[in-house]
């Protein structure tokens, strides 16, 4: 029997987001039945609502959860009921060429849930990111759901599952920051912070924070830095290379996404060092660098999607070191909200009062 739940919907372009009765049918083959216990406000569900991103009206929001496994279709092994799960937008296939070479952290043909859920009235919903966890219960691909240890709270699980991951990755499997490296991250919102926290798991000795509000260099330095640049007052190519030696750091994280940030990226990394760009640009971005530099400065420049992370691989990994007091992933949420705050959260997010705000159901 299809169930009625309450949902976050983002009717329209720029429309505030409302909740609406929602529809979830039961799972089909393959499928899962998620009961929402947390899921954080990714600025990824501001762009959707904005139209940033697909055309596809009414949105369900909502795609940083955890929750516990209602029920699952035919021919489902991985997960049964009751499982305490993060969702993730990197169910694999197994079958694309990425994942035949053995990369599926690349995998080039991921799935979401086959079923639509639905208003009441049958319209169909676009689940964010495949999954739409800003609601009692969703319906994902049962792929999308990664067990791990039900001794850490939902609130903090539920951030692996976009952008703190995605952070963190960026520096540990995008980056392979190691040991003794110098790193540098570019904006340390959500994403810059995980970034933070990521390169010293991975033991870099030196971490410089790099933003343009002194609010978000104090929490950087909680994260992990060991310096900190305003880039508003200080050259931060100039303050990276003084900061190492002279030479820029091994690792730039970009956690921005614009131009300028990624130029500063390029030319604040040491020769043959690299540039990991994590942050989103917009479509009307361009870049321009003399191709002489880029040839002639060596190292990589890299994208890092969803921190090229295996959920199944990196969930479980992640939230034992967070069990052990080895990575603190609580202090990535600045406040929980109810259901009905989305908006609000929205808002703050927009004056970047927040890391992270989640939704607890
Ligand atoms: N690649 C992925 O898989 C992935 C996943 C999730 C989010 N993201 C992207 O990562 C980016 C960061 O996300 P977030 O949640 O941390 O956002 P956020 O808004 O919380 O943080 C952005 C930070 O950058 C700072 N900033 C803005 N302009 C700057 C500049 N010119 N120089 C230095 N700092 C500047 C802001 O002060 C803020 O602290 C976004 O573009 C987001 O879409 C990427
Ligand atoms: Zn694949
Ligand atoms: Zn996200």
Not at 252 to 272: C, H, K, M, N, S
Not at 293 to 308: H, I, T
Request: charged share 20%; proline share 5%; with cysteine.
């Amino acid at each position: 029997m299809a169930q009625e739940v309450r949902g976050v919907i983002a009717p329209g372009k720029n429309e505030p987001v409302r909740i609406e009765t929602i529809v979830v049918p039961d799972p089909g083959p393959g499928e899962a039945v998620v009961k929402v216990q947390a899921c954080g406000v990714c600025h990824t569900d501001l762009h959707y609502k904005q139209g940033g991103i697909t055309d596809d009206f009414p949105f369900l929001l909502g795609h940083e959860a955890a929750g516990v496994v209602e029920s699952v279709g035919e021919g489902v092994t991985d997960v049964a009921p009751g499982d305490f799960v993060i969702l993730n937008w990197r169910a694999v296939c197994g079958r694309c060429r990425a994942c035949r070479r053995g990369r599926p952290w690349y995998c080039f043909d991921t799935h979401n849930a086959r079923q639509k859920m639905t208003l009441t009235d049958g319209t169909e919903l676009s689940p964010a990111l495949g999954i739409g966890a800003f609601a009692d219960k969703t319906l994902v691909a049962a792929g999308q759901c990664t067990k791990v240890d039900p001794a850490v709270s939902p609130q903090v699980a539920g951030l692996l599952g976009c952008g703190v991951m995605a952070g963190i990755g960026a520096a540990v499997n995008t980056g392979q920051v190691t040991r003794g490296d110098s790193v540098a991250v570019i904006g340390c919102g959500g994403v810059g912070d995980a970034a933070i926290a990521g390169a010293r798991l991975a033991g870099a000795a030196k971490i410089i924070a790099v933003d343009i509000d002194e609010r978000k260099l104090r929490t950087a330095r909680t994260m992990g830095a060991t310096h900190t640049v305003n880039s508003q007052e200080t050259d931060p190519v100039q303050a990276i290379r003084d900061l190492t030696g002279g030479f820029g750091a091994d690792v730039v994280i970009d956690a921005v996404g614009r131009p300028e940030t990624y130029q500063q990226a390029f030319y604040a990394r040491d020769l043959a060092g690299t540039v990991v760009l994590v942050g989103v640009p917009t479509p009307e971005m361009k870049l321009e660098l003399p191709l002489l530099d880029v040839f002639g400065r060596g190292g990589a420049l890299k994208s890092s999607w969803y921190g090229d992370c295996l959920p199944s691989r990196d969930f479980p990994m992640l939230i034992d070191l967070h069990l052990q007091g080895r990575l603190d992933l609580a202090a990535f949420v600045t406040e929980t909200i109810q259901l009905d705050e989305v908006e609000k959260a929205f808002e703050r997010m927009h004056h970047g009062d927040v890391l992270r705000s989640v939704v607890v159901l």
